[in-house]
């Protein structure tokens, strides 16, 4: 009876994992890839407070390399701050906040426009390749046509 409901039990389970599977891969291979041109997302409250923690205590701690053991004060110390303490904090991440949704606005308008800012930022590499490509024609005498 055990061997029974065991295999009764492993065929459930082997048919949920077999459809889970194939759902993540679906979803994994039609994913656009990220957009370099984006807005980084705001830093929260507590992320603020970090980043003021982390020069404090490398100060006060500088034999420590641990990278837990300063979050692990940091979080301690963040939930040990009353809301009056917090407060300069929230008004810097909510002034990032503002700031981040003008830039997604405009990033958003950007992209409505059909511009995804390829024109004006080409990677470094492009540039120095487009210029070469000029700079051999010029030397070389020959003159291009305009037609093309």
Do not use: C, I
Request: net charge neutral; proline share 3%; charged share 45%.
């Amino acid at each position: 009876m055990k061997g029974g409901k065991s295999k009764a039990g492993t065929k459930k389970t082997d048919t949920r994992l077999k459809s889970k599977a194939a759902a993540g891969a679906g979803k994994k291979a039609g994913k656009a890839g990220k957009d370099p041109n984006k807005p980084k997302r705001p830093a929260s409250a507590f992320f603020v407070f970090m980043e003021e923690f982390r020069e404090k205590y490398k100060k006060e701690h500088p034999n420590n390399k641990s990278v837990a053991a300063v979050g692990k004060a940091g979080g301690d110390k963040w939930k040990s701050l009353s809301d009056a303490e917090k407060a300069p904090f929230v008004a810097k991440a909510e002034k990032r906040k503002t700031e981040y949704n003008k830039n997604m606005q405009a990033y958003n308008k950007r992209m409505a426009e059909g511009d995804n800012g390829a024109d004006e930022e080409e990677s470094d590499k492009s540039k120095s390749e487009v210029n070469d490509e000029d700079e051999e024609d010029d030397e070389s005498g020959e003159e291009e046509d305009d037609d093309e």
